[in-house]
């Protein structure tokens, strides 16, 4: 019981801090995107190489649950201006960059990739593989629908360099699924998968989500089942994350329709019984990997970093981003591209910037980052005198304590180091030293998902 009181006491929305400072709280008055772009250049020659996210928004249906940005059309003519649109906006970025820099990974996001048809999917990766001012690195990825990926999107892309595929898998009730309008079947996820392996992809990863409308317990243990059995090399367990007010299809249903509270930190708790059950290790912010996996391994190398995209290998700190709404990120200075898609692309057309937004980013927040991602990425933190300091005079310290009390960390002289009850509220832990986050949480309600 006193467990139970202790996950409702810190069940509160909070960000997942795929950056810091998160989105809502960059300096958007005080960004220039010429700046950016000098600031890319300069970053990506330091660094040698750069990893790209590519936003393919495209969708033939709305999943109801979903809160990235998409555009639902069975039109399939939009791809190839969609494509010449992306093409241009990356020799938009290619201008100054050294001849030796090297991409060293791409990740397909969407919107649904494998939307797009696999020879239109091969003229724009060769395009850009073929650029004089880039070369090929070795981590590249996409996500795919299982119900409308085929053999022949497997092959194009393992050809050009993909050995990692994502899966939205998200749950296997029909029920549930008919609910979030999200439609593949057993067999689907098990062709795909199977397809991939005989390919020679080495790394499948399965999104499933807790806390969808009508799931309950005896339907998600046999989705839990089903998942084990196909043996996927990575899981992402999200928490459903309801928010109506920025992703209107979640007003298809009802929010009595929703697990009650009790239910979901129940599904959670069967997620993460079924996985460690099964071999994975528990990476930490809703992830999970087998030992032989290159996250689990990056972790163990402590060469994991946390960004737009998820859990990355180190060498993928410096992002940038193509296409309607995609994150750049350069260490210094975060951006985003206009989220509309005729405005993004007659913008490009016209040889101008898509940036909207962006945030430069200050020592304090780069010191902060650190400390969350040290957080997010292996249980543990250290800081300095300076940080101390500001922990005390905002309070935060006495919340440090209280989280230790209550099990979640064991705090050191300038420190502390995650429980593995704690790991599973990491986000809650990586807060405290979010200067925009208040410590009670109300203002981040109507812009975060719940913790559990």
């Known amino acids: 019981m006193m467990q139970r009181n202790i996950w409702e006491k810190y069940n509160v929305a909070v960000p997942r801090y795929t950056s810091y400072p998160t989105v809502p709280d960059w300096n958007v008055r005080d960004f220039d995107p010429t700046e950016a772009r000098v600031r890319w250049v300069r970053e990506a020659n330091t660094h040698g190489g750069f990893a790209m996210y590519i936003h393919l928004p495209f969708c033939e249906s709305l999943c109801t649950?979903?809160?990235?940005?998409?555009?639902?059309?069975?039109?399939?003519?939009?791809?190839?201006?969609?494509?010449?649109?992306?093409?241009?906006?990356?020799?938009?970025?290619?201008k100054g960059l050294d001849e030796n820099?090297?991409?060293?990974?791409?990740?397909?996001?969407?919107?649904?990739?494998?939307?797009?048809?696999?020879?239109?999917?091969?003229?724009?990766?060769?395009?850009?593989?073929?650029?004089?001012?880039?070369?090929?690195?070795?981590?590249?990825?996409?996500?795919?629908?299982?119900?409308?990926?085929?053999?022949?999107?497997?092959?194009?892309?393992?050809?050009?360099?993909?050995?990692?595929?994502?899966l939205g898998v998200q749950d296997f009730d029909p029920k549930v699924q008919t609910a979030i309008h999200r439609f593949q079947t057993t067999e689907d996820v098990n062709r795909v998968c199977r397809q991939a392996r005989e390919i020679g992809y080495t790394s499948i990863n399965f999104d499933l989500i807790y806390g969808l409308p009508f799931q309950n317990e005896t339907s998600f243990a046999d989705t839990l089942q089903k998942t084990v059995e196909l043996k996927p090399d990575r899981l992402a367990f999200y928490s459903y994350a309801h928010v109506p007010w920025t992703s209107p299809g979640q007003r298809a249903y009802d929010e009595n329709d929703l697990p009650r509270p009790e239910t979901k930190l129940l599904l959670h708790q069967m997620g993460r019984t079924a996985f460690l059950g099964a071999g994975y290790e528990d990476i930490g912010m809703d992830h999970f990997a087998f030992p032989n996996d290159g996250m689990f391994k990056d972790k163990e190398n402590r060469m994991l970093h946390r960004n737009f995209m998820g859990y990355t290998h180190k060498r993928e700190r410096i992002i940038l981003g193509l296409g309607t709404s995609a994150i750049s990120d350069v260490g210094g200075a975060y951006w985003q591209?206009?989220?509309?898609?005729?405005?993004?692309?007659?913008?490009?057309?016209?040889?101008?910037s898509p940036v909207i937004k962006g945030h430069l980013i200050d020592e304090r927040e780069k010191y902060a980052r650190e400390i969350i991602q040290s957080i997010a990425c292996y249980r543990k933190a250290e800081w300095n005198s300076d940080m101390q300091d500001w922990l005390e005079e905002t309070g935060r310290e006495t919340a440090l304590a209280e989280m230790e009390s209550d099990g979640l960390l064991i705090r050191l002289d300038y420190g502390l180091t995650l429980t593995e009850f704690g790991t599973t509220l990491l986000r809650n832990v990586c807060s405290v030293f979010d200067a925009y986050y208040p410590l009670l949480g109300e203002k981040m309600q109507n812009r975060s998902s719940q913790a559990i």
């Open 101 to 166: 820099v090297q991409i060293t990974g791409i990740h397909l996001g969407g919107g649904t990739p494998t939307f797009f048809a696999p020879e239109n999917l091969r003229y724009l990766l060769e395009n850009i593989l073929q650029q004089p001012h880039v070369s090929p690195g070795e981590m590249y990825s996409f996500e795919a629908h299982p119900g409308n990926t085929t053999r022949e999107h497997l092959q194009t892309l393992f050809d050009l360099g993909f050995r990692r595929l994502s």
């Open 65 to 94: 649950y979903c809160g990235c940005n998409k555009r639902i059309t069975k039109n399939h003519l939009v791809e190839q201006p969609y494509i010449s649109t992306l093409l241009k906006e990356f020799a938009q970025h290619l």
């Open 337 to 352: 591209n206009e989220k509309k898609n005729e405005v993004y692309q007659k913008m490009i057309k016209a040889g101008e």
